[in-house]
């Protein structure tokens, strides 16, 4: 069965129309990239899964958007504890203003999880799984804007992980950040995998390539290919892929 | 040519600059030392009317009493005396309307020109006598002893408790009432205020749709805008015969109205500033919070308003200098009785009000007219404080902004 689905997707902004008849199917413990270029409706696609959408006032679905074989769009799906199978992680690292241990807590404590011990142990896991333990045992009382970028970025994805989801969708995730603390956050994809369904949207060919199974890619609301990742980036279908993956637009 | 024509030009309107700005500073400057200058000057009067004299008996070995001690002599709470470090003698208050029980008109003279020696001889006979009379009547053979006042003290000032600057024949100048008048009028204000226009706030930023936003955010920035004597006016005709009739009280001017008036008026500078604030939270912030599954509400107490709880700090704070610095609508509505409240029921006195309303019939110069100025410079030193609070409290919001 497939992890996450979208059936004959259409997302309309307003009258703009964001998404078009996208059909994608993700097998579990695989990491998906999603490409093309800016407003190509990548990052739209993939806060879908955790209807992050419902934000933004004036948008319209059609289609279906299926998570483990349910239609999370169906009527009477409760949109809070929905979210809680998904874990995200952003653009740029985006801690609350709160304690490094504050903030990997958050989501237990929203979700009414009041038992002392147990969120202590779940913070200490979340937070090494993502192999900034030993960096931040010792501060844990202290803000988490005292991190540096990639720290705070490592945190988000603690923080993320805390309410065990199965799915992380991650928009663009290093992005803001440099090269050696990407290169740690793209290793820790590698090791989630094993665990979790991550759907990944990157601007870096790289990184698509370095990362996933399996890779979309989007062009002006449209799903131009999808396909295993060493597929598409060596023997593209479809000219249009060719020319964006070899940087010839975009 | 052109070039040093358009050098000039520039030199020129800088210099403008430079003049305009230090001419604003100068007036604030001068301002204050005015201010100061004045209001300081209280405490180098004595609490009597000018031109007046308290006397006694020459016998009496009490020389130096303060306005308080005078003021209990003539309340008759002192009656003798040796409370005053003096003799044994009972007290004997003469009061010049007395005069007719002693001698009749002819005796005084149609012109009063024999009252000075009337009130000689009074004085002199009777041993534990104090009068008060204009200092023009003491004339060259008087026996009597012109007793010392002691100088308007810091003490009797901020400590006294009574505001009676017209009382005879000692001002009353505590401040004490004006000070908790305008504290309870405030702070019962800013309890109305702030609940409400953090709601209204919550609901600005968070919850309203965007045409909703686009007509209440004007609508509450217009109140404003609205001239402070129609809110007074307002609150007179509206909100003081409501409270009259729901708490049953004798009149409706009290502490209450004016906060309710107060607390109106301060609406808009809390709920812009404190939706301000909130809509400052980053926008990834807040949906990181429910991408964890918060609710809109967890995410609004739990990080929309801790996020922003400088800016609605510096909102509250803002809010409460309004609303002490505010006259004309209090004075309307306070009920303006100078007593310490003991409750947000009781006519309440502000000192923003006092000085509007008795400015007009202090004398130039005089006591009154410094004690006054002297309650301007307890204002201001009010609001610079809270000023100075906003001011720390927003650096620090920058610092801890990220």
């Known amino acids: 069965m497939y992890k996450l689905e979208s059936k004959n997707v259409d997302f309309f902004y307003g009258t703009s129309q964001a998404l078009k008849n996208i059909n994608i199917a993700i097998h579990p413990n695989t990491v998906t990239a999603l490409i093309g270029p800016s407003g190509c409706g990548k990052s739209t696609y993939l806060r879908l899964f955790n209807r992050m959408n419902d934000l933004i006032g004036n948008t319209k679905i059609n289609g279906q958007v299926l998570i483990d074989g349910d239609d999370i769009y169906a009527k009477g799906v409760n949109v809070d504890s929905l979210r809680k199978k998904t874990g995200m992680v952003f653009q740029k690292p985006n801690p609350f203003p709160k304690t490094i241990f504050e903030n990997v807590a958050y989501g237990l404590r929203v979700n009414g999880i009041t038992d002392k011990k147990f969120i202590e142990e779940r913070v200490e896991t979340s937070i090494k799984q993502v192999v900034l333990w030993d960096e931040v045992k010792d501060k844990l009382k202290k803000s988490a804007f005292e991190l540096s970028g990639g720290q705070q970025q490592r945190l988000c994805i603690a923080r993320a992980l805390a309410i065990q989801p199965s799915v992380i969708l991650m928009d663009e995730p290093t992005s803001a950040l440099d090269p050696i603390s990407t290169a740690k956050i793209e290793e820790l994809i590698y090791e989630l995998k094993s665990k979790y369904t991550i759907v990944i949207v990157t601007h870096n060919m790289q990184q698509a390539g370095r990362v996933s199974d399996s890779t979309a890619f989007f062009y002006l609301g449209e799903l131009i290919e999808y396909s295993a990742t060493k597929e598409l980036f060596t023997n593209p279908k479809i000219e249009r892929t060719q020319n964006y993956i070899t940087g010839r637009f975009g | ?402």
């Open chain 2, 1 to 402: 040519m052109k070039n040093f024509y358009k050098k000039f030009s520039e030199r020129f309107i800088e210099g403008l600059l430079m003049i305009s700005s230090t001419i604003t500073s100068l007036t604030v400057v001068l301002i204050i030392f005015f201010l100061f200058k004045e209001g300081l000057g209280v405490f180098n009067k004595k609490p009597l009317e000018e031109g007046y004299a308290v006397v006694i008996n020459r016998l009496n070995s009490v020389g130096k009493l303060n306005a308080e001690q005078i003021k209990n002599i003539y309340d008759q709470k002192i009656n003798n005396w040796s409370e005053l470090g003096g003799a044994n003698d009972s007290i004997y208050l003469f009061r010049m309307e007395d005069i007719s029980n002693y001698y009749t008109d002819e005796q005084i003279g149609e012109n009063f020109e024999h009252l000075p020696d009337c009130l000689n001889s009074i004085v002199d006979s009777i041993k534990g006598v104090i009068a008060f009379f204009p200092e023009k009547y003491i004339n060259k053979s008087f026996k009597g002893k012109q007793l010392e006042v002691d100088k308007v003290s810091l003490k009797e000032f901020f400590g006294g408790e009574e505001w009676f600057p017209t009382s005879q024949p000692v001002s009353q100048l505590g401040v004490k009432p004006l000070i908790y008048g305008t504290l309870w009028v405030s702070f019962g204000a800013i309890l109305i205020a702030l609940p409400l226009g953090l709601a209204a706030a919550i609901y600005l930023s968070e919850i309203a749709k965007g045409r909703v936003r686009r007509i209440m955010k004007p609508l509450i920035e217009l109140l404003a805008g609205i001239p402070s004597v129609v809110y007074g006016f307002f609150g007179l005709v509206i909100i003081v015969p409501f409270i009259q009739q729901a708490f049953n009280l004798p009149v409706g001017e009290t502490g209450l109205a004016g906060s309710i008036v107060l607390g109106i008026m301060a609406l808009p500078t809390i709920i812009t500033i404190s939706e301000d604030a909130m809509r400052n939270t980053p926008r990834a912030m807040k949906e990181a919070s429910l991408a964890l599954g918060a609710s809109k509400w967890q995410t609004i107490y739990k990080i929309v308003i801790p996020n922003s709880i400088s800016g609605i700090t510096a909102a509250a704070i803002l809010g409460i200098g309004r609303a002490i610095g505010e006259t004309m609508a209090v004075l309307m509505v306070t009920g303006n009785a100078a007593v310490i409240p003991t409750g947000i029921l009781q006519p309440m006195r502000t000192i923003p009000a006092t000085i509007a309303a008795e400015l007009g019939e202090a004398p130039d110069g005089g006591l009154h007219y410094k004690a006054l100025f002297a309650l301007g410079c307890i204002l201001f030193i009010i609001t610079l404080l809270i000023n100075l609070i906003v001011e720390f409290v927003s650096t620090n919001r920058k610092n801890t902004k990220h």
